[in-house]
């Protein structure tokens, strides 16, 4: 395709519940984020992927927040035991190399609302 | 460790006015500095870039100049037109300290220009 593409585009669930959210990025992106975006809040950091490299987690909010990314193309965020507090845009970017040669293309994201 | 913040909004201009949105930053190394737009119902997109002092990024008539020693990224344009309403983000990424390539993001700052 030709842009980031993310699923569902919104998804409403009830607490306590475990959703997974999709991201395919653009074909040869080697690197693939995850961004939250909260009502009135900045873009949070979640995670980061690089090539085959360990990837970095340091921005997962808590132990119910996991990601994967298979064959170095697609990637699932995994959010077990939804909270309130989990609801906002859950946004998945991806660029050619590292920021310094190439920029960020995200997508439109995912509305997650937890009931 | 890193961060960034910009200055609040709403900020609402009419036609032709001249905008700045201030942005300044903390980071222990070297930072490169860039700019996000948000158009309504699109997904966040590069605006500019600058990845050193005293470089000046441009786009779109929009200029931002990289000031180490105010630590600072102020995005301006000469004469705003009612198609830059958007949310601008400021963001940042030290490679020098992380490591990973991540993109540290403000919280946005929402512009509305009026006919």
């Known amino acids: 395709g030709a842009g980031v593409s993310q699923s569902p585009s919104n998804k409403v669930t009830e607490k306590g519940k475990d959703v997974e959210l999709r991201c395919d990025p653009i074909?040869?992106?080697?690197?693939l984020y995850w961004y939250r975006q909260s009502l009135g809040q900045g873009l949070e950091f979640l995670i980061y992927f690089q090539g085959n490299s360990a990837p970095d987690k340091s921005g997962l909010p808590s132990d119910r927040f996991s990601a994967e990314r298979t064959g170095g193309s697609v990637s699932t965020l995994t959010i077990q035991r939804t909270q309130q507090e989990d609801s906002a845009v859950y946004l998945c970017?991806?660029?050619?190399?590292?920021?310094?040669?190439?920029?960020?293309?995200f997508g439109n994201g995912t509305r997650l609302t937890v009931t | 460790g890193d961060s960034v913040t910009q200055m609040e909004g709403p900020v609402t201009l009419s036609e032709e006015a001249c905008l700045t949105i201030n942005c300044t930053y903390t980071a222990t190394g070297y930072p490169s500095l860039f700019w996000y737009v948000q158009y309504p119902g699109e997904g966040l997109q590069l605006l500019l870039k600058?990845?050193?002092?005293?470089d000046k990024g441009s786009n779109k008539g929009f200029e931002a100049t990289y000031r180490k020693e105010t630590t600072s990224f102020h995005l301006e344009k000469g004469s705003v037109q009612v198609s830059d309403s958007a949310v601008y983000f400021c963001?940042?990424?030290?490679?020098?300290?992380?490591?990973?390539?991540?993109?540290?993001f403000g919280q946005g700052t929402t512009l509305q220009v009026k006919p």
């Open positions: 963001a940042l990424s030290d490679l020098s300290s992380s490591n990973t390539g991540k993109l540290i």
């Open positions: 970017a991806s660029s050619k190399e590292t920021l310094y040669n190439s920029p960020l293309h």
């Open positions: 074909s040869g992106h080697t690197a």
């Open positions: 600058a990845t050193k002092a005293d």
